[in-house]
């Protein structure tokens, strides 16, 4: 059984987490953050879920199987570098978007990139936090 | 002439699902490509003399590779070859493998293979002709296993496949120093690879030239089965016959021959090249002769037969002569047309009687009369008899060889002892099951289906046209063929008939000799070769070249063994231990040298906060090492963690901090995730130990020590760092130039990285799995497993 204390604090401490991690993403570009810093946060924020609720809940509010986010965000990384083939450039050149989105900030191949780390990163620590912790709870 | 080399690699995609919809019919769709470009190539000629077909288009320009195709008398010679013998394969593996529900697979194999190999014989660049030789050897492999549930064919296809695969390593080497030659003689940027300039320079006196023959010799007879790499050949027999008449014996051992062939005008000449080419041929002819009369199985002797005459083809490239190169023009072309044909009589046999050996077969005429027929005919084109085409090959062998003054007149003894051999081979092979007394084999004989008897019929009647009718051969192919291989003008003219003069009726008279002595051979084989037999199969069992290949594979096996037991222990300080001493003892020696140099950047000097920090961070990596317990090891870790952050923060790095904070805060959970499952925290007791232990931690401190202090030396001319901060906001649009160079100047370093990353989870969770599994057996502690 787990501490009320610690339930209630990682209900709220995870969201922030969600929230902040998202915020250091798309600030990466200009001023500290960033695909992998962001990943890493947000991994946290999972973590710290499932220290209050346990690793099958966390797992549940993760939805996705882990693997597949890494999956996932190699393909949206590699397919960030593609586009800029299609345009003639070479692999991996940085594409962007005239204009701001509001909110977001300038849109570009580049924070696809960003993106595409974030997912890599939160699969596989996420792979390898959970998997380590079913051990524990394994009898 | 791109879509030459195309269009049966797109047929080998599409064969997979051509063979889902039509069944056993698909043979006929895929055949008609090979037809096709039969037809086409075959419109090319008679190809005027010296007149050559070629395209060309850049595939790598930095490296001034080029797709480039050329066709000439040699290539054409070898596509006609190629497509003309691949169609009667293609029709004859539709009636062996009938039924067979991976048939769409090995027609994908086989017409991959026909791309690859007629990829050899156009390009006009080495480097391509180099990757398509590659692919053929890949293409073996996966067709020689094909019966790939058999441990037997899968031996056989590795062995060729390290045999072959070893030869295109050299082989590369020979092609990379033949380029340097090349460049050094004085050749255009962009022809350095470029095959057909090779000879317009002289590359024979280059200080390399050795080298570079020698590594393409390897390359060359390795793919050619020459010994002592022939054993590779017999027993990739173990192939689908269509495989072992079209690869083995018809195009892909010949490789090694279009090779020398195609770079005899550049290499060609040298007392080196007459030597080493002549000698390795004559003694694979010799060796291999012998040994294909000591077989008792049908496919085992065919291809014996076959290193034989590889070896004398190899053995008449050597010397250089207009009478060498017109003797192995011939014998080329008729040994691909009589031993393709040899072998799809072979498969006959086999696939309608159940054997192949050879002493269980008799009087198969009556039952299979039309494989009779092609047997026999094609053996008398392979002993040499008038008037087929092999006994025109083996006229000009024999002049070839009474013309050399400096070796001839042993080697015509030799290639008559080799050729006694191969016409009693030959012989056995295609009339002893035929004739004699019928004898009970596994499955009741009957007559093949047509599919299958149209290739064997058409070669060995094709080899008897061509005897008697050679003069547009000799005109249209044979002559062009000569001259390219020569590198100057070679006169061809095929005559069944030389006249009344001495030396023809030599000739004439070794033929005769050679045929006679072969039929007597033939009809004494079991009695006079019995010794010689155990021979053979005593040396391939002990001291041949097979059992040191054997020797050597296993010899391989134990040493990675003995290396891996070496190395993995299992236990997670001694890897610690040889990353940190491999560093230490690379590293080190390189980080010393260049510290001396240049002026040290005296940097600016630390405040009150840093050197806090510093004894922070010194006084929790001392309490760890010192600590008796494991949890005050921990905490006092994660204060030299956090330390170390924080001085990243102050020193304008906030990237690196949050990175540094992040990774000490995820690595806390994690090691109070898996707290209790570590075995008891025990402390080193020994002196000497910890001795040693501090002496490697001593080293790698000082590797990352003086890595920081070079490269904030080398800050001193900043040139690459400002590159950075000026090129980020226009280039890269971003003020962060952390995450600039992350995702942007070096992302494809970060899209390495982070594959890396992701692998390593996948990782760490197979080897979690793997310790769940073991644990209910061995109740070991988990973290020593």
């Known amino acids: ?139 | 002439m791109t879509w030459t080399i195309l269009l049966p690699f797109l047929f080998s995609a599409a064969a997979w699902p051509l063979h889902r919809v039509l069944r056993d019919r698909v043979g006929f769709v895929l055949a008609a490509l090979p037809l096709g470009l039969f037809m086409w190539l075959a419109g090319h000629l008679p190809l005027p003399l010296g007149q050559v077909v070629a395209q060309s288009a850049a595939w790598v320009p930095s490296l001034d590779v080029h797709f480039a195709l050329r066709l000439d008398g040699l290539s054409i010679t070898f596509a006609l070859l190629i497509t003309g013998i691949g169609t009667l394969v293609v029709l004859y593996a539709q009636g062996y493998l009938k039924g067979d529900p991976g048939l769409g697979r090995f027609y994908a194999y086989l017409l991959a293979f026909m791309g690859a190999m007629l990829g050899v014989v156009l390009a006009d660049d080495l480097v391509l002709l180099f990757v398509f030789w590659e692919l053929t050897s890949v293409c073996s492999y996966l067709l020689i296993g094909w019966y790939h549930e058999k441990e037997g064919a899968r031996s056989s296809a590795l062995r060729a496949l390290v045999v072959t695969g070893a030869g295109g390593l050299a082989l590369l080497g020979g092609v990379i120093l033949v380029g340097i030659m090349h460049a050094r003689a004085g050749a255009a940027g962009a022809d350095v690879w470029r095959i057909s300039a090779l000879a317009s320079v002289d590359l024979r006196g280059d200080p390399l030239y050795p080298a570079a023959l020698a590594l393409v010799l390897v390359g060359a007879f390795t793919k050619s089965a020459q010994f002592p790499f022939h054993f590779w050949l017999p027993s990739a027999m173990t192939a689908p016959t269509p495989v072992s008449s079209y690869l083995h014996s018809a195009t892909m051992v010949k490789a090694g021959i279009y090779l020398l062939a195609r770079l005899h005008p550049a290499l060609g000449g040298t007392p080196l090249w007459h030597y080493a080419v002549t000698i390795g041929g004559a003694v694979t002819m010799v060796t291999a002769a012998i040994a294909a009369a000591c077989q008792t199985d049908l496919k085992r002797m065919l291809a014996f037969s076959t290193v034989s005459v590889l070896g004398t083809l190899v053995m008449l490239l050597g010397p250089g002569t207009d009478e060498c190169i017109r003797a192995a023009v011939i014998l080329l072309v008729a040994h691909a047309m009589y031993k393709a044909a040899l072998f799809m009589v072979a498969g006959n046999i086999d696939h309608e009687t159940g054997t192949r050996d050879v002493h269980a077969l008799g009087g198969l005429r009556r039952w299979m009369p039309l494989t009779a027929a092609a047997g026999v005919l094609a053996a008398l084109s392979n002993a040499g008899a008038p008037p087929m085409f092999g006994f025109l090959g083996k006229e000009l062998l024999y002049t070839a060889k009474l013309d050399l003054a400096r070796l001839g007149h042993d080697l015509v003894f030799v290639a008559v002892l080799a050729n006694i051999f191969l016409t009693a081979v030959a012989l056995v092979v295609a009339v002893w099951p035929f004739f004699g007394p019928r004898k009970k084999t596994p499955k009741e004989p009957h007559e093949a289906p047509w599919t299958m008897l149209a290739g064997p019929l058409l070669l060995a009647v094709a080899s008897l046209f061509v005897g008697l009718a050679s003069g547009p051969f000799a005109l249209s192919l044979g002559q062009e063929m000569a001259s390219v291989i020569a590198g100057r003008d070679v006169p061809l003219e095929l005559k069944l008939w030389h006249g009344l003069n001495p030396e023809a009726l030599t000739v004439l008279g070794l033929s005769a000799v050679t045929l006679g002595l072969g039929f007597a051979l033939f009809l004494r084989l079991r009695t006079w070769l019995a010794p010689l037999a155990a021979l053979h199969r005593r040396a391939e069992a002990t001291w041949g070249p097979p059992a040191i290949y054997e020797r050597a594979l296993s010899g391989l096996s134990l040493a990675a063994k003995g290396t891996t037991a070496l190395l993995q222990t299992g236990y997670l300080r001694r890897y610690l231990a040889i990353v940190v001493l491999g560093a230490a003892a690379f590293v080190l020696p390189s980080l010393v040298r260049g510290l001396p140099a240049g002026a040290r950047d005296p940097g600016v000097p630390p405040t009150a906060v840093d050197i806090a920090l510093g004894v922070l961070i010194l006084g929790g990596a001392v309490s760890a090492a010192l600590s008796r317990s494991r949890l005050a090891a921990l905490a006092a870790l994660g204060a030299t963690g956090l330390g170390m952050s924080l001085l990243f923060a102050l020193h304008s790095a906030p990237d690196l901090a949050i990175t540094q904070f992040l990774v000490e805060a995820l690595s806390v959970i994690l090691l109070v995730l898996v707290f209790w499952k570590l075995p008891p925290y025990r402390g080193i007791r020994s002196t000497p130990r910890r001795l040693g232990d501090l002496a490697l931690a001593l080293a790698g401190g000082a590797v990352m020590a003086l890595l920081v202090l070079i490269a904030s030396r080398d800050r001193v001319e900043p040139v690459v760092g400002r590159w950075y901060s000026d090129a980020s906001v226009p280039e890269a649009k971003g003020r962060n130039v952390v995450n600039v160079i992350l995702v942007d100047f070096r992302a494809l370093d970060t899209l390495g990285e982070i594959t890396v990353v992701a692998v390593a989870g996948v990782g760490v969770v197979a080897l979690l799995r793997g310790l769940a599994r073991r644990r209910p057996e061995a109740s070991r502690p988990g973290g020593e497993s």
Not at chain 1, 1 to 22: E, H, K, W
Not at chain 1, 28 to 54: C, E, M, S, W
Not at chain 1, 65 to 70: A, G, V
Not at chain 1, 117 to 138: C, H, K, N, P, Q
């Open chain 1, 1 to 139: 059984v787990r501490p009320l204390i610690l339930r209630t604090a990682s209900d709220f401490l995870a969201v922030l987490l969600v929230v902040y991690s998202i915020f250091l993403l798309l600030r990466g570009h200009n001023d500290p953050g960033g695909g992998f810093i962001g990943g890493l946060l947000v991994t946290g924020a999972f973590v710290v879920y499932a220290l209050g609720h346990g690793v099958a809940a966390a797992r549940r509010l993760l939805r996705a199987d882990p693997r597949s986010l890494i999956g996932i965000g190699l393909a949206v990384v590699f397919l960030s570098g593609c586009a800029a083939l299609f345009v003639g450039r070479p692999f991996l050149t940085g594409l962007w978007l005239d204009h701001a989105v509001p909110g977001i900030g300038k849109v570009s191949t580049v924070l696809l990139f960003d993106v595409g780390v974030y997912v890599v990163v939160l699969g596989t620590v996420t792979l390898i936090l959970f998997s380590v912790a079913d051990e524990e709870d394994a009898p």
